[in-house]
């Protein structure tokens, strides 16, 4: 995700990364990296024992949500 290139399709395409190619690329470099966490996460838990449903439910609630909280604050620090 680090290197996505800005696109419609794919990607976290909220409305403050569509509009700020330095937004974008700030906000998937932090993606990609949060959502490697994640999956190294569910698979701890899944080696562990503990179970895949709450793993990748709030591993995917963080890697998806602070992206998108990240990309406002960053615009409008940037456009401000």
């Known amino acids: 995700m ?3 290139t800005k696109n419609f399709f ?3 395409r909220t409305p403050w990364t ?3 190619d330095e937004v974008w690329l700030r906000t ?3 993606g990609g990296k949060l959502f490697a966490v994640a999956g190294l996460g569910i698979v701890v838990s899944a080696l562990v024992g ?3 449903a709450v793993p990748v439910v709030v591993g995917v609630a963080v890697a998806a949500g602070i992206p998108a909280v990240y990309s406002y ?3 409008r620090m940037l456009e401000g």
């Open 28 to 30: 998937h470099r932090l």
């Open 10 to 12: 794919v990607g976290i």
């Open 50 to 52: 503990w179970g895949a």
């Open 18 to 20: 569509l509009a700020n």
């Open 73 to 75: 604050v960053l615009y």
């Open 2 to 4: 680090g290197k996505l």
